[in-house]
């Protein structure tokens, strides 16, 4: 059930580790790894707070597109497209996150991209690194966000920041991140995780009743929302997932060049 995750508890504080380094991709598979320890978490009286983690060089660096997509077999002989099946399970999954009660801490230790940058946001909070980047790179693979970053962004960062980045596909250093309200701690690299299970030891310490209570209605029908953003991304990203801008923006960045789109 934990496969390609550690899971373990420090006191009142349950930890999740991404553990498939160095970069930690993702497929519905893991994302329900992640959704289920949590919810283990979320149904124990003694646990108030989680810290989301990862071993590795990156936090998350979402989808593995131009190695394998979101789809762990081929569908027919062929990677199913994004925005299929597969992206739609690993969104229900996802999903999942949004419903825990019980308040996250994501310690940001390097690269949260795409999919991985919709992890960190369905945290509370997030401490980082100047190493760290985050970036929501769909536009230069040609596709439409997802993960539910069409709610998450804008509601985290206003709607003017959060389009910046959605359409500039740009990467924000560790510092940046905390500068526009993205991240809200910057530690050191080999203190990150520290640093953010500081934080949840100091939310932990509180009432627990009271504390889900206040998170419930400070996230009051995101759960909704995301759902609905979910379901509108994966038929967005169906579509553009077939034009050749697409296959020419997942090529360019797997070979980290600027893409020659043709919008067709």
Excluded: W
């Amino acid at each position: 059930m934990n496969e390609g995750l550690e899971v373990s508890t420090d006191g009142n504080v349950g930890v999740v580790v991404l553990d498939r380094p160095p970069h930690n991709f993702l497929d519905y598979e893991q994302i329900a790894n992640i959704a289920s320890a949590c919810e283990d978490f979320d149904g124990d009286p003694e646990i108030r707070a989680i810290v989301l983690a990862a071993n590795g060089r990156s936090f998350c660096a979402g989808a593995n597109f131009s190695g394998g997509g979101v789809a762990p077999e081929l569908v027919d002989g062929e990677r199913e497209a994004i925005g299929g099946n597969s992206t739609q399970r690993l969104y229900a999954e996802g999903l999942r996150l949004f419903k825990i009660n019980t308040p996250i801490v994501a310690a940001v230790q390097g690269p949260a991209v795409g999919g991985g940058l919709g992890l960190a946001v369905a945290a509370d909070f997030r401490v980082t690194c100047q190493e760290a980047r985050f970036t929501a790179n769909f536009a230069a693979l040609g596709i439409h966000q997802g993960f539910g970053l069409s709610v998450t962004l804008p509601e985290l960062l206003g709607r003017q920041v959060a389009s910046r980045m959605l359409l500039t596909a740009r990467r924000y250093k560790g510092d940046e991140a905390v500068a526009i309200g993205l991240a809200d701690e910057l530690a050191t690299l080999d203190t990150v995780r520290d640093r953010a299970m500081a934080l949840a030891k100091e939310i932990a310490v509180n009432a627990p009743l009271a504390l889900r209570s206040i998170r419930a209605t400070l996230r009051d029908g995101l759960a909704d929302r995301v759902e609905a953003a979910t379901n509108h991304e994966a038929g967005e990203q169906a579509v553009l997932s077939g034009t050749n801008d697409a296959a020419e923006g997942i090529a360019s960045v797997g070979e980290r060049r600027r893409g020659n789109f043709t919008a067709t």
